[in-house]
Structure formats: structure tokens, C-alpha cells
């Protein structure tokens, strides 16, 4: 077995269907007696269920979280929580909510209970991206990283079949990467294989029955498992590419990864092939980019890049984009084969398998 580092960060995880009614018991963990609730306007109805269950320690809803956490949605929440005198968060929704109560628990250093609504995977993680002015910035601090986190599987039920598809294949990308990660190391290893292989089983079924319960708890175990690696891997080309796209071209976040998978996969086989085969073996197939490719049809996600918006000229300026301020990557970066591979998943076209 080659040298490793292993890293574990402190977690608490409730997970199983109903399991929000646990927060009352989480809070008082935490020995917090004023909770704020963070959710968006389409979680209120289950935001009031717990602010009721959470009686006298319950202070109170706010429900403007939005999009890529801009800093003026947290200044406003900020003066809420203050007003309030919270001394806990509870974030409830996907990873909007989630980044804004991050952002408060930097600024206040309050402890924050997460409720995930979402495959994303914010939860699990040190990481806070903000945005100010339309810049987006990212940091990792431990300062952010939830206390506790309640997998409530009843919550994603209501998360549509095709939502539910893209955020799925979005947080099996953390899991691909984690396996090739420069740091990677037995303990990831496992847990990124058995995300892939949950996830998949999931969503195989979430597609012909949304409402199956047993996908749905495969599907965010899968979710969970994908984050903690996300939490630790050091990601690669493909969150790379999948942020340069999205940011320099505006698509739409989730879709773009699933739209990516497959080529960044095809493209690290040559340097990474006992990652890969990890990959095939829990996608239940012959190669992982094939693969990959098979499931995002299967799911009914969409192949192209063109079909997310992006324009065909955008291809050279993305590949110059993804070489310029130079990362670590299992293979070598070559702008030109980059060029390459955006013009495949641009078209919509399977996979090139590579060879070094
Ligand atoms: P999101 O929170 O914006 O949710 C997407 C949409 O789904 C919203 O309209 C929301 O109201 C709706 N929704 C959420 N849960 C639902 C449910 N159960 N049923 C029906 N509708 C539901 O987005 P997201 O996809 O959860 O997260 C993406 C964001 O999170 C991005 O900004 C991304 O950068 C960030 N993110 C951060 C990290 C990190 O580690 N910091 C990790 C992953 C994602």
C-alpha cells in the first residue's frame, strides 16, 4: 500500500426518513436556546412545522436565502440574527440555504444544524464560496463546517425526478475525483466507490418511482457519502472545467458537471487507471467514461453543452480558461486536447478514450 494522509473532520450525522423531528434533541445538544431557521419560500411550510417543534427554543424564520450566497443577503441576515439574539442556525433547503447559514456561522461563529433538501452536498463540507459584486470567492475554513447534519430522507421526495437526476450525477463527480484526488487514500477511496454505486442504484429507481423511499434513502446516503470526500479530496480537472464553464458562460451548475463527467473521466483514465476501474465496477460497467455517459442517458440528462446555452466560439476561450492558472491533475493538462474535449461535450458527442 502506497504512503497516505487521512483526515477525518468532526461530523454528526442523523440520517433516516422522519428524522427532522430530531432537531429539537440536536439543538439541545448544541445548548442552544434561540434558533433561527433559514429556508426559501418553497421549504415555509415545513420551516413552521419546526419552529413548532422546537417550542420556546425556536426564535424565528427567514426565508430569503438565494443563489451563490451574495454578501448583502448575509449583512441582512446578520442584523435578523442579531436582533434576535440567536444563538444557533438551522439551515433547512439545498445548497443556497446552506452557503447562507456557512456565511453567518463565519461571521458569528454560531453553531449551525443542517437539514439538506438536496443531493449537493454543502453539509458536509469547509467550504464557503460568496459572491460580491458577481465575483464569486471560495474559502475553506473549518469555521463553516455544520455541528450536526439531519439526512431527512422524506425531505427529497418532493425534488423532481430530473432535479433530483442532475444534483445526483453532481455529487457523484466529487466521488470520481475523490478517487484519483492527489490525497487520496484508502478511507476516501471506499467511501467514493460506495457513493457511486448508491447514487446510481437511486436514481435508476427515483426515475421510475420519485416517491420510492428506499431510492430515495439510497440516493442521499450516496449524496452524503460523495460530500465527505468532497470535504477532504483535493478535486481536479473536472470541478476545474465545470466551474470555469459555468462561471464564464453561465450554465446551469449541476447540468454542466453531469455534461462533463464522462469526457474529464475519459481524459484522467490513462494516468488513473485503478480509479477508473473503481468507477466502472460500481457503475456496474465495462469503462467509467462509457459508462458515465450510458447513465446520463439513461437518465434522461442532458449530452451537450450546447443545449445548456453555451455558444461554439466559447469552446477555445474555455480551454484557455481551464490551462491558465495551472492545478495538479492526475494527467498532464494539454490545452489543445482540452480543446478537444470541450468540443465533444459541446456536441454531444460519447467519450474519446485516451492513450498516453
Ligand atoms: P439550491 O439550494 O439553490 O436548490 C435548487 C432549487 O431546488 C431551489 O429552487 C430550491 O428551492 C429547490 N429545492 C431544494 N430542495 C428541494 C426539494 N426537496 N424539493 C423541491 N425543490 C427543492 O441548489 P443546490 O443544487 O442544492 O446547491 C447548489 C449550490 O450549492 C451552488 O451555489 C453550489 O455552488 C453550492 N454548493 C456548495 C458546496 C460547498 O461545499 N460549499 C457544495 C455543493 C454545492
Given at each position: 500500500m502506497r504512503e497516505f494522509t487521512y483526515v477525518g473532520l468532526p461530523s454528526r450525522v442523523v440520517f433516516g426518513a422522519g428524522t427532522r423531528m430530531r432537531l429539537p434533541e440536536e439543538v439541545r445538544l448544541l445548548g442552544a436556546k434561540r434558533v433561527l431557521i433559514l429556508a426559501t419560500p418553497s421549504h415555509a411550510e415545513t420551516a413552521r412545522e419546526l419552529l413548532d417543534a422546537l417550542g420556546a427554543m425556536g426564535a424565528g424564520i427567514y426565508s430569503g436565502a438565494v443563489m451563490h450566497t451574495p454578501v448583502h443577503v448575509t449583512e441582512d441576515t446578520l442584523a435578523r440574527v442579531r436582533a434576535l439574539g440567536a444563538d444557533a442556525l438551522v439551515a433547512l433547503g439545498g445548497g443556497s440555504t446552506i452557503g447562507l447559514s456557512k456565511a453567518l456561522a463565519l461571521r458569528t461563529d454560531l453553531p449551525q444544524v443542517v437539514i439538506p433538501t438536496t443531493y449537493a452536498g454543502s453539509e458536509m463540507t469547509p467550504i464557503l464560496g460568496e459572491t460580491r459584486g458577481g465575483e464569486k470567492t471560495t474559502q475553506r475554513t473549518l469555521e463553516v463546517l455544520p455541528e450536526s447534519v439531519i439526512y431527512d430522507v422524506d425531505l427529497t421526495l418532493s425534488l423532481p425526478a430530473r432535479i433530483s437526476a442532475a444534483s445526483a450525477i453532481n455529487a457523484m463527480a466529487h466521488a470520481v475525483e475523490a478517487l484519483y484526488a492527489r490525497n487520496h487514500n484508502p478511507v476516501t477511496s471506499l467511501m467514493a466507490e460506495e457513493a457511486i454505486r448508491a447514487l446510481r442504484r437511486g436514481l435508476l429507481r427515483i426515475m421510475e418511482e420519485p416517491s420510492d423511499l428506499e431510492a430515495r434513502s439510497d440516493a442521499l446516503y450516496g449524496a452524503w457519502l460523495a460530500a465527505s470526500c468532497l470535504a477532504t479530496a483535493e478535486m481536479a480537472l473536472h470541478h476545474k472545467l465545470a466551474h470555469v464553464l459555468g462561471g464564464s458562460f453561465d450554465l446551469p451548475h449541476a447540468e454542466t458537471h453531469a455534461v462533463l463527467l464522462p469526457h474529464t473521466a475519459a481524459y484522467n483514465a490513462p494516468a488513473a487507471p485503478e480509479a477508473l476501474r473503481r468507477v466502472a465496477t460500481a457503475l456496474e460497467a465495462d469503462d467509467?467514461?462509457?459508462?458515465?455517459?450510458?447513465?446520463?442517458?439513461?437518465?434522461?440528462?442532458?449530452?451537450?453543452?450546447?443545449?445548456?446555452?453555451?455558444?461554439?466560439?466559447?469552446?477555445?476561450?474555455?480551454?484557455?480558461l481551464a490551462v491558465k492558472s495551472p492545478y495538479w491533475n492526475p494527467r498532464p493538462l494539454v490545452e489543445e486536447e482540452l480543446r478537444a474535449l470541450i468540443a465533444r461535450a459541446w456536441s454531444g458527442d460519447p467519450p474519446q478514450p485516451h492513450e498516453d
Open positions: 467509467a467514461a462509457s459508462g458515465l455517459f450510458a447513465l446520463n442517458a439513461r437518465l434522461g440528462l442532458p449530452q451537450a453543452l450546447r443545449d445548456l446555452g453555451m455558444h461554439e466560439e466559447g469552446i477555445g476561450r474555455a480551454a484557455e
